[in-house]
């Protein structure tokens, strides 16, 4: 139950659903300064992916399959910011998780949902591009009905290993400073370490592996290509604002879900480790800022969006040399500008 998984309050401290946390878990003004980082996520996360959605859905041109995905992770970022971080935010300048027991059970299932929703979505988004840059199908093309089923996988894959802890495979219970709920990852126990176990596995392990093997392959099969047009310098200036993309996006990954990573399996691993509340509740600071940056990176350093973000702002329209590529899936010697477009997101295969 909730109750045993909570620290007995030593001399009339009040528990995390009574009153505030201050001094006993962290200074006061710790509480404020993250109140006031939540307040920046909320707002920014909010703009930039509610803009993605949007302008997808105003082009027709963004909506080719590839970039489904990239909607999908829009979605799951919005609704990462509104479940979590607004109440996050709200809690924080209370000081203690002031909507009570099964709100914060809502609140860890929601977060843990679509964040997992969100990380799968990347995994899936470097496996596609795999599929269509390397061909390793053949004359494969990818179509909507394979682009739905990608995002129906993030979102079934991600109900299947975050129901657990509703049905008493470990809980969600308030992590950290106290102010947002999450997995139980630090009280111990096999019912908690097991399930801890199965979800680095399931939901890091795994998706950080096909992002690995994805990509690896991906620029493998630019290297060739560059290989073949040496005399090509825009081939050249391909492969290296490609490289750059994808080491940009592999950090971003480790960024925001590394420290989340490590802090579960030591504290799953090893007995009576006792970790810092402040210390504790810094991985799910990391993994809620990636609502703003997975946007920029993935979706807004795209020249094709920029150009229709632009046209829908200024109400004008000036698409910039943005080559069309053929209907059919590319070769390994496709030309400069098809290979940029494919891997750098959002152009229609």
């Given at each position: 139950s909730m109750e045993s998984s909570q620290e007995p309050p030593n001399n009339g401290t009040p528990g995390p659903f009574d009153g505030p946390q201050w001094p006993h878990q962290g200074p006061r003004a710790l509480y404020l300064a993250v109140a006031v980082l939540m307040g920046l996520v909320v707002a920014s996360a909010s703009v930039l992916n509610g803009l993605v959605i949007v302008v997808s859905i105003r082009h027709k041109k963004l909506r080719s399959p590839l970039n489904y995905i990239l909607v999908n992770l829009a979605v799951a970022n919005l609704l990462v910011t509104l479940c979590g971080s607004s109440v996050s935010l709200a809690n924080n300048v209370s000081g203690f998780f002031a909507f009570g027991r099964r709100l914060c059970e809502l609140e860890g299932f929601m977060v843990s949902l679509t964040g997992i929703v969100g990380l799968w979505s990347l995994a899936i988004l470097a496996l596609e591009r795999y599929l269509v840059v390397c061909r390793p199908l053949g004359d494969f093309r990818f179509q909507h009905r394979h682009a739905t089923s990608g995002c129906a996988f993030t979102w079934g894959w991600s109900l299947l290993w975050t129901t657990p802890p509703l049905l008493g495979w470990s809980s969600y219970v308030p992590e950290g400073l106290r102010t947002s709920c999450g997995p139980n990852w630090y009280t111990g126990g096999s019912n908690n370490s097991s399930y801890i176990l199965a979800l680095f596995v399931t939901c890091f392990v795994m998706p950080l592996s096909l992002i690995l093997f994805?990509?690896?392959?991906?620029?493998?099969?630019?290297?060739?290509?560059?290989?073949?047009?040496?005399?090509?310098?825009?081939?050249?200036?391909?492969?290296?604002?490609?490289?750059?993309?994808?080491?940009?996006?592999?950090?971003?990954?480790?960024?925001?879900?590394?420290?989340?990573?490590?802090?579960?399996?030591?504290?799953?691993?090893?007995?009576?480790?006792?970790?810092?509340?402040?210390?504790?509740?810094?991985?799910?600071?990391?993994?809620?800022?990636?609502?703003?940056?997975?946007?920029?990176?993935?979706?807004?350093?795209?020249?094709?969006?920029?150009?229709?973000?632009?046209?829908?702002?200024?109400?004008?329209?000036?698409?910039?040399?943005?080559?069309?590529?053929?209907?059919?899936?590319?070769?390994?010697?496709?030309?400069?500008?098809?290979?940029?477009?494919?891997?750098?997101?959002?152009?229609?295969?």
């Open positions: 994805s990509y690896t392959n991906l620029l493998l099969t630019l290297r060739a290509a560059a290989a073949q047009q040496r005399e090509s310098d825009t081939t050249q200036q391909a492969e290296r604002e490609v490289t750059r993309m994808v080491v940009a996006m592999v950090v971003a990954f480790l960024t925001c879900w590394l420290p989340y990573a490590t802090f579960a399996l030591v504290v799953a691993t090893s007995k009576d480790i006792v970790i810092q509340p402040a210390l504790a509740s810094l991985p799910s600071y990391f993994s809620k800022t990636a609502t703003v940056y997975n946007p920029i990176i993935y979706v807004f350093m795209n020249k094709q969006f920029q150009s229709c973000l632009l046209g829908m702002l200024c109400c004008g329209y000036h698409p910039w040399g943005l080559g069309k590529t053929s209907p059919a899936a590319p070769s390994p010697q496709v030309a400069a500008e098809g290979l940029r477009n494919k891997v750098t997101p959002s152009h229609p295969v």
